[in-house]
């Protein structure tokens, strides 16, 4: 059971990582705020590498995060000194699901945690731009982190508007290195040139296959 456990801090860690490149305003700034997602785009998706289950609906965004542990069920009683029924669900929050299957003295166990990406009820805010959907996600005062979206024959691409390693070869977007929280950031505030040059690059995309 420990390689469970440890895969579980792992999923943790997953979620917990934020981006290191923050801009002082939403984006673009031009354009007005979306009430909503199309319904062209509101769905399910998967993300087959790292079992992620994405569900788009009007205003937010969820991700599930799936990992699956094996362990034999006489390991499972030394060590918690009982082996709960086949087909358990132990639900420990509106977010986080334990489920277990029990076969020929071997327990399957499920970990889910939902974890939500965007929302318009908790302050983001929804922007569209040559195709492109902006989702600008609140932070604290003057930081948004900023992914876009795109979705082309059933297939959902998002990305960081800009990573680390990309505003670095950016000499003329000015940056400010403040601390938060004892964490240096970049802080930026891009003119329109540059939000141009930032679309251009998708290496850092993650991608979603829609669920029929």
């Not at 569900?55 to 918690?80: F, G, M, P």
């Amino acid at each position: 059971m420990k390689a469970g456990y440890l895969n579980l801090v792992t999923f943790f860690v997953f979620f917990a990582c934020t981006p290191s490149v923050y801009f002082e305003t939403p984006q673009p700034e031009s354009k007005k705020d979306l009430k909503e997602f199309p319904s062209k785009i509101r769905g399910v998706y998967w993300q087959t590498n790292d079992s992620v289950l994405m569900k788009i609906d009007a205003q937010a965004i969820l991700l599930t995060k799936y990992i699956l542990t094996e362990d034999t069920v006489n390991s499972l009683i030394r060590e918690l000194g009982f082996v709960p029924q086949s087909d358990t669900v132990v639900k420990y929050s509106a977010w986080e699901t334990v489920s277990c299957t029990i076969k020929d003295s071997i327990i399957f166990t499920t970990y889910a945690r939902t974890d939500t990406l965007f929302s318009v009820e908790r302050g983001d805010l929804l922007r569209k731009y040559k195709g492109h959907y902006f989702l600008n996600r609140f932070f604290g005062k003057n930081m948004w982190d900023i992914s876009t979206l795109n979705l082309e024959q059933g297939l959902v691409q998002i990305a960081p508007l800009v990573t680390t390693d990309e505003l670095v070869q950016m000499p003329e977007v000015s940056i400010d290195s403040p601390l938060v929280d004892s964490t240096k950031i970049y802080l930026i505030k891009p003119e329109a040139k540059d939000l141009k040059k930032m679309l251009k690059s998708y290496d850092n995309a993650t991608f979603y296959v829609k669920q029929k």
